[in-house]
């Protein structure tokens, strides 16, 4: 592996809102980074932002060390769909079983781009909403350890991120890495964060996609 460059975000620094994530998003086509796996199950995840006095803060839980995938990372609440659920449907309807999270208080602001993953075999689509203000939240036992609120600009700052390529089979991709003082936030979940910042940040180029 080598190191990567500095993030795409750091020479358009500044203070973030949910208008702005909201105003990026707005008639925006998501993107598939890459295509569903043969027999990929059917994901969604939400990525839930709020406007606090510090700032804007992205919500994302702690799994539970007991579970069979990705078990202690840093994630968005989410899960497999239901056979007829939308992605939106879906999103809501876990966020609600894993952290109390009350559908109606929820804006759907759009889509990030759809992407899979080898090591769980899903195809993931990250639902992007709002909240008026930080609802009390409860987590469920038995998917999740803690709920963390992280501002947008720990997220973006320059000693928080961390890009890496790594190479496979003669080809590299890079792969993402948000350093929080007690947490890594990276793999799946690293890519929306990295498209979020992109994003709102007005700097939303194309990515190789993941293997």
């Given at each position: 592996?080598?190191?990567?460059?500095?993030?795409?975000?750091?020479?358009?620094?500044?203070?973030?809102?949910?208008d702005?994530?909201?105003?990026?998003?707005?008639?925006?086509?998501?993107g598939?980074?890459?295509?569903?796996?043969p027999?990929?199950?059917?994901?969604?995840?939400?990525?839930?932002?709020?406007d606090?006095?510090?700032?804007?803060?992205?919500?994302?839980t702690?799994?539970a060390q007991?579970?069979?995938?990705?078990?202690g990372?840093?994630?968005?609440?989410?899960?497999?769909?239901?056979?007829s659920?939308?992605?939106a449907?879906?999103?809501l309807?876990?966020a609600?079983?894993?952290?109390?999270?009350?559908?109606?208080?929820?804006?759907v602001?759009?889509?990030?781009?759809?992407?899979?993953?080898?090591?769980?075999?899903s195809?993931?689509?990250p639902v992007?909403?709002?909240v008026?203000r930080?609802p009390?939240?409860h987590?469920?036992p038995?998917?999740?350890?803690?709920i963390?609120?992280v501002?947008?600009?720990?997220?973006?700052?320059a000693?928080?991120?961390?890009?890496?390529?790594?190479?496979?089979?003669?080809?590299?991709?890079?792969?993402?890495?948000?350093?929080?003082?007690?947490?890594?936030?990276?793999?799946?979940?690293?890519?929306m964060?990295?498209?979020?910042?992109?994003?709102?940040h007005?700097?939303d180029?194309?990515?190789?996609p993941a293997?």
């Amino acid at each position: 592996w080598r190191l990567g460059g500095p993030a795409p975000w750091a020479s358009s620094p500044r203070l973030i809102g949910s208008d702005d994530v909201a105003a990026a998003l707005r008639g925006r086509e998501p993107g598939r980074l890459v295509p569903p796996f043969p027999g990929a199950r059917r994901s969604a995840v939400l990525v839930v932002v709020h406007d606090a006095p510090s700032g804007l803060e992205v919500l994302f839980t702690k799994r539970a060390q007991h579970l069979s995938n990705h078990r202690g990372e840093i994630s968005f609440p989410g899960g497999r769909l239901e056979p007829s659920e939308s992605p939106a449907e879906g999103a809501l309807r876990e966020a609600w079983e894993e952290v109390g999270l009350d559908p109606s208080l929820v804006d759907v602001l759009g889509e990030l781009d759809h992407l899979s993953t080898v090591v769980s075999n899903s195809h993931i689509v990250p639902v992007v909403a709002t909240v008026s203000r930080r609802p009390e939240l409860h987590p469920h036992p038995g998917e999740v350890d803690r709920i963390l609120w992280v501002g947008l600009d720990e997220l973006a700052a320059a000693d928080t991120y961390r890009e890496e390529w790594w190479g496979v089979d003669a080809l590299e991709r890079p792969i993402h890495f948000f350093e929080l003082a007690d947490e890594t936030i990276w793999g799946a979940t690293a890519r929306m964060v990295h498209q979020l910042l992109r994003l709102v940040h007005g700097v939303d180029e194309p990515e190789p996609p993941a293997w």
